[in-house]
Each structure stands twice: as structure tokens, then as C-alpha cells.
């Protein structure tokens, strides 16, 4: 029987150290579980669900005009039915995002398996 998926959610806001506390995470739960269980460690950055930006919107995020942490950037309908997915133990594909170019990369998904 596969072990049941878990997630550990982590906020804040820009530059508080979230990407530091996740790679922690994963380190010490790559050196805590048995070894084939190791590589199924994975972080999910909250970027790969903004929505999609107009072309204007794109312009203001270069600009530094567009506000980037707004809970109405985020694709919160795909992101629970992704995470929902992931719980039920469906492989999910996550679009990439790019955020020197404030938009997903075209054709570009990281997929994860539970």
C-alpha cells in the first residue's frame, strides 16, 4: 500500500524566506524517509498559478505597477483542484511560469506525481 500524499502548506509575504523553509522541508524529509520515497518530495510554487496577464498587465508587472500578491493574481480555483487532485493520488500538470517575463512559459508543465 503507497503511503497516503500529505501536503504542508507555507505563506508570507515577498522576500520573508518561504523558498528557504521549503527547501528545508524537503531536505529533511529526503533524509528522513526510506529511499524510494526521497524523490517524491516536491514543492509547488504558488507563481505557476497566477492567471494569465494581458498584455497591459504584463507591461505594469515589468513596470513594478502590478500588484504581483493581490489574492485576484492567483488562480484559486486551479490551484485547489490541482492540490485536490495530488490528495486523491492523481498525477497533475502544473503549467511553469516565468517570472523575469511575468508570464507562463508557452507549452512548458512540471509534473508531479503523488
Known amino acids: 500500500m503507497s503511503p497516503r500524499p500529505f501536503l504542508i502548506g507555507v505563506s508570507g509575504g515577498p522576500c520573508s524566506g518561504k ?12 533524509t528522513t524517509v526510506e529511499a524510494d ?18 498584455s497591459e498587465q504584463r ?4 513596470r513594478g505597477e502590478y500588484n504581483l500578491d493581490h489574492p485576484d493574481a492567483f488562480d484559486e480555483i486551479l490551484l485547489e483542484k490541482t492540490l ?6 492523481n498525477t497533475v500538470r502544473i503549467a511553469r511560469y516565468d517570472p523575469r517575463r511575468y508570464e507562463h512559459v ?3 508543465f ?3 506525481e503523488p
Open 59 to 62: 507591461d505594469m508587472a515589468l
Open 19 to 30: 523558498s528557504t523553509v521549503c527547501q528545508k522541508i524537503v531536505t529533511d524529509l529526503q
Open 110 to 112: 512540471d509534473t508531479i
Open 106 to 108: 508557452d507549452g512548458a
Open 37 to 54: 520515497q526521497a524523490n517524491r518530495v516536491a514543492v509547488i510554487p504558488m507563481d505557476n498559478f497566477y492567471k494569465p496577464k494581458t
Open 84 to 89: 485536490k487532485d495530488l490528495l486523491a493520488g
